[in-house]
């Protein structure tokens, strides 16, 4: 069958036969260059970065998979609406991924949902679908209304093996297995078995309600990720700030596109594709966005500081980044983001010192680079995170109220010094 271009509400999808197959790396489904989305069209209210298989910083199920079992994932949105679907994704799997069936549903607190919220998804009308290898589809809309900052669920039947899963590895949150089919159980003692990562889940969007703000997405590394803040607190950077933004009357959605490890210049089996590789699917393809804000360069600078005195394979490849090269990747992110139509933010670089990543070397380069990101031009605006977070008397340190022990990540304090520092204005 031919392949058919289906433009809806902004967000192209292809329908092959009977899959609804999300073209992820188009940008004419994302950008929008106005201020506001028609509350009528989709806008992405929640997403993660993916990931390939790997062994991670801690446990998971990416390696192993799934079979004969149900998979219950919980998630906050950040904008709600009347509306609801679901994007799902086999980037890196290696077999087409069935699922047998899925259900959303209102969040009641650990892996229970509110009984009677229970909405079963589909793809193309049907209840069961494949998901081929290297694609994301997206669920078809179902009714279901959400107010900024619900916690949802989303619950995955997968009964047929699924080989090596695509995930992201640092979700913070609380992910739970059962065995056999349980998509619409709503009491969640069925679910005994935990992991702190996310398993095929790319996005979720609404449409519907009042017309809303356009989005922004946060790009980055492990402080966007949220490295060391609290599990299933939504304690993140991003989270911090879809709540000023909600709690300012103004929702917009604010989504977290940061992994842990990740490198604007590098690519790296266990940290995901370097930044300027992935730029195009995380962020040029979300729907209703309007502003990216970069927040990337401290591990090009620091990880090669850490071959010798900390090395671990998961830090591999110890790629030796110079200035330069740091600045032209900030500056091949500016390029992608405007050719989308989009507002374009940076973030200096905060302290890091005397964390394994901090050298003498590593804070002249960081010095360099927070000194272009505030002089160049190029941005359209600035976060100074590094004043915001740098100690009162040494400013190559995180204050010590920030700074979650190992003078790299900030506590959960720090990453609501992080989001207060930004002015809403940025996004405008």
């Not at 609406?81 to 699922?99: E, Q």
């Not at 103004?250 to 089996?269: C, F, K, M």
């Not at 989009?342 to 050298?359: D, Y």
């Not at 740098?390 to 990540?409: C, F, K, Q």
Request: hydrophobic share 40%; with cysteine.
């Amino acid at each position: 069958m031919g392949e058919s271009k289906i433009v809806d509400g902004g967000a192209r999808s292809t329908s092959r036969g009977a899959r609804s197959i999300i073209a992820t790396a188009d940008p004419d489904r994302a950008a929008v260059s106005v201020g506001v989305v028609a509350g009528d069209r989709w806008a992405a209210a929640w997403a993660t970065s993916l990931q390939r298989p790997s062994a991670g910083f801690d446990p998971n199920w990416s390696e192993e998979g799934f079979t004969d079992q149900t998979l219950r994932q919980v998630l906050r949105l950040s904008v709600g609406g009347d509306r609801l679907r679901v994007r799902l994704s086999n980037a890196f799997g290696g077999t087409p991924l069935v699922v047998t069936a899925a259900t959303v549903a209102v969040s009641r607190g650990g892996g229970a949902v509110e009984p009677g919220t229970v909405r079963h998804l589909s793809v193309d009308g049907a209840p069961r679908f494949a998901i081929p290898v290297g694609t994301e589809v997206a669920s078809d809309p179902v009714a279901f209304r959400s107010a900024p900052l619900d916690s949802i669920a989303v619950t995955m039947y997968l009964a047929a093996p699924t080989g090596r899963a695509t995930f992201h590895a640092q979700a913070l949150a609380t992910s739970y297995r059962a065995a056999g089919g349980h998509c619409a159980d709503s009491d969640g003692g069925v679910f005994t078995e935990t992991s702190q990562s996310w398993y095929y889940l790319s996005g979720v969007d609404v449409a519907g309600g009042p017309a809303r703000s356009a989005g922004v997405v946060v790009f980055g590394d492990s402080l966007t990720d949220g490295t060391f803040s609290t599990p299933d607190a939504n304690r993140r950077f991003p989270d911090m700030l879809a709540e000023r933004l909600a709690n300012t009357g103004r929702p917009r959605a604010v989504l977290n596109h940061g992994i842990g490890g990740n490198r604007l210049t590098v690519d790296s089996a266990w940290l995901g594709a370097k930044a300027t590789s992935r730029f195009r699917r995380d962020v040029l393809s979300q729907p209703g966005i309007g502003t990216v804000v970069i927040l990337l360069g401290i591990n090009d600078i620091g990880l090669s500081e850490v071959s010798e005195t900390a090395p671990l394979p998961i830090f591999e490849p110890y790629t030796a980044v110079s200035c330069d090269e740091v600045i032209a990747g900030h500056r091949d992110l500016i390029r992608q983001a405007r050719a989308a139509g989009l507002r374009v933010v940076a973030a200096t670089l905060s302290p890091a010192k005397p964390s394994p990543l901090s050298t003498a070397r590593s804070e002249d380069k960081r010095a360099a680079i927070n000194a272009w990101i505030r002089t160049c031009g190029e941005y359209d605006a600035i976060i100074d995170l590094d004043a915001a977070l740098r100690g009162p008397t040494d400013p190559d340190r995180l204050h010590a109220a920030y700074d979650s022990g190992d003078h790299l990540h900030p506590n959960d304090t720090g990453y609501r010094a992080m989001a207060a520092a930004i002015d809403p204005a940025a996004f405008d």
